[in-house]
C-alpha cells in the first residue's frame, strides 16, 4: 500500500516538475507559446516525413510530437488557472481539445501497431488526418479564447 502511495506521489511530483525542469527560466505564458510553436512545427515534420515515407525521421518526429504536445497540455491547464476564460467559448475549444487529445493517443497506437504490421497503414493515416484537422480547429479556437482571456 505505502508502496503504492510513494509511486503516485512520484509520478505526481515528476509531472509537475518535469515542465520546470524543461523551461526553468520562462514564465508560463512565454512557455506555452513556445511549445505551441514546437509541437506545431514537429506536427508539420512528423506528417511530411510519415507522408514521404522517410521511416527513420518520422519515428523520431512522431513520439517527439505527442510529447510535445503533452507538455504544452500541461502548460495549457497551468494557463487556465492564471486567466479567466468565457465559459462558452472555453466549451467550444474543449471540444476540439480533448477531441485532439483522445485522437493523438489513438495517432500513438495505431502508429505502434503499424510499427509492427503493415497492415494498420490505412487506418494509422486516418487517424493522423483526423487528429491534425482537430488539433487545427482547437488551435484556432485556442487562440480565440486567449485574445477574451483576462488575468486572474
Known sequence: MS???SRSCAALLLADALPRMVLPAMDV???FWLLLAITLTLLGVALVSGLRRKRRLHLW???ATLLSLTVTIWLAEQLGRRYLFPPEPMRIHLVFAIS???LAALVG???LLLW???RWRRLHR???FTFVAVALVATGTGVW???LAVPR
Request: with cysteine; proline share 4%.
Open 100 to 102: 485532439g487529445g483522445c
Open 145 to 147: 479564447i486567449w485574445s
Open 61 to 63: 518526429a512522431g513520439p
Open 29 to 31: 505564458t512565454t512557455s
Open 3 to 5: 508502496t503504492e502511495i
Open 126 to 128: 486516418w487517424t493522423v
Open 109 to 111: 497506437i495505431t502508429g
Open 116 to 118: 509492427r504490421s503493415g
